[in-house]
């Protein structure tokens, strides 16, 4: 193979020109994605279905998705280095390179969303101190930055880059000292995903997502960062997966996978405890003050109905909770499986739900239900993520010792 | 925003946001310092160990 030089040792990877179709095939996608981001810099937000009802629309849920789903980098790096679970080493890799792509992925639909990113640093210079999209932005770049740390020693343990002794050197002391970042990222991972939560819960206006809370948050607040810690990890499970699955190969052990649904199976468990209570009350005493009834908010419209909220907590809450926590729940790969899909679905339905739903439920007594559906420039620049982070994955795979077991599960001849 | 800017003002919310957003940035840039820093005494060393990171 012409990159062979460049493969890790001990590891078999498919030949070039099938590497280079893999490639072509998903940068199709991404080229589709990228017409519609240049349409959207060049023509303006006109591009959008957004309007006065939908400031927040797909953007923004694809933004608060992809960042609860990227915890499991946090959370993960949370548990290895500062609480000392030593067997997540052999997946801590990975979580951090999906992190850094949700991460990246939230900046770039960001970078659209705002519709002129040459003044993105405004929202640094010219902060507004009272908004909690200030602390979510501020937040957010320092944490890709702390994952573009965590993710360089990786970068620089390639075959090649790794022979170059200031790079050997550098990753080596960069390992070293990672507990440090390790603990910048878990505290400002909390910080902003909890903020992502308390710009819903403070809206006083909507009673959908309003909440009540604690001194100044939200318990919205306490619950996005409680899921974000529970559900990111399903979210690397699942990916992972998915990588055995095309590459055909076992690639972490299953005393490591099944350390990780455990831990997240219990965090689950908790948190959908704490929903439904918060949900019981929001249902019970937060909306009726606002003068109206749950019902008001799940009938008398196209789409949003009883079903959605049996389908968040229920669906993706409690039963996949109930299945990793329990021992043969989790052991048997299809009932692990079905729960760690179950789980991403459910936290995706948390963050639809707590943007879209919100900005379609009727406040006034003239209003009326205010359904949306994005253009297809939305969905394209939605999905070109989602291609980004393939060929960074298939990139990465190829090129770098992403899974430290993977020469010992899958020996060469 | 740094204390010098027209538009900063010495109350709570200041010191905390960008108080906040200093102390991460200070933290990862005295990090990153410091791996560069001993990267370059180590090379000079000719310390070239291998030193198994996982």
Known sequence: ?413 | MFPFNFEWIWDMSHMVFMGGLWYALTILGIGMTWCIVKAIIDMGKGDGGHHGHH
């Open chain 1, 1 to 413: 193979m012409i990159d062979a030089a460049l493969i890790p040792i001990g590891v078999k990877r498919c030949s070039f020109g099938k590497f280079l179709l893999g490639l072509a095939a998903v940068g199709a996608v991404l080229l589709w994605g990228v017409y519609a981001m240049l349409l959207c810099w060049f023509k303006g937000l006109n591009q959008t279905n957004m309007n006065d009802y939908y400031g927040f629309a797909l953007w923004i849920w694809a933004d608060l998705a992809v960042i609860a789903l990227g915890g499991g980098a946090f959370f993960s790096g949370f548990l290895k280095y500062l609480t000392g679970k030593d067997e997540l080493k052999n997946i801590i890799n990975y979580a951090v390179l999906i992190g850094f792509i949700c991460y990246s992925s939230a900046l770039l639909i960001l970078a659209i969303d705002v519709g002129q990113p040459l003044r993105s640093w405004f929202i640094f210079w010219h902060a507004n101190v009272h908004s909690m999209l200030t602390e979510v932005a501020f937040c957010l770049s320092c944490y890709f930055g702390v994952l573009t740390i965590e993710f360089i020693p990786l970068i620089l343990e390639n075959r090649q880059l790794n022979k170059i002794s200031f790079f050997h050197h550098l990753a080596h002391n960069m390992h070293e000292i990672m507990a440090v970042f390790a603990a910048t990222g878990a505290f400002l991972s909390f910080f902003h995903q909890g903020s992502l939560g308390g710009v819903s819960g403070v809206l006083f206006g909507r009673p959908f997502a309003y909440r009540e809370g604690l001194f100044i948050w939200p318990w919205t607040f306490f619950l996005f960062t409680w899921s974000a810690a529970a559900y990111g990890p399903c979210f690397t499970l699942m990916i992972t997966k998915i990588t055995e699955l095309i590459s055909g190969k076992k690639l972490v052990k299953d005393n490591v996978i099944e350390l990780l649904a455990k831990i997240s199976g219990w965090m689950m468990a908790t948190y959908i405890v704490a929903k439904i209570i918060d949900t019981i009350y929001w249902a019970t005493v937060t909306a009726p003050s606002k003068g109206f009834l749950v019902s008001d908010f799940y009938t008398n419209n196209a789409f949003y109905g009883f079903w959605i909220l049996i389908a968040e907590i229920l669906l993706g809450g409690v039963v996949p909770a109930l299945i990793l926590i329990t021992p043969a729940g989790r052991k048997n790969p299809t009932a692990r499986n079905t729960a760690i899909v179950l789980a991403v679905i459910g936290v995706c339905i948390n963050r639809w739900v707590m943007v879209l739903q919100t900005m379609a439920a009727p406040v006034m007594t003239f209003d009326k239900w205010a359904l949306y559906y994005p253009s297809w420039q939305e969905v394209a620049t939605t999905v070109l993520p989602v291609a980004y982070g393939a060929i960074l994955i298939m990139i990465c795979y190829r090129y770098l010792p992403i899974f430290p077991q993977e020469p010992e599960l899958n020996p060469i001849d």
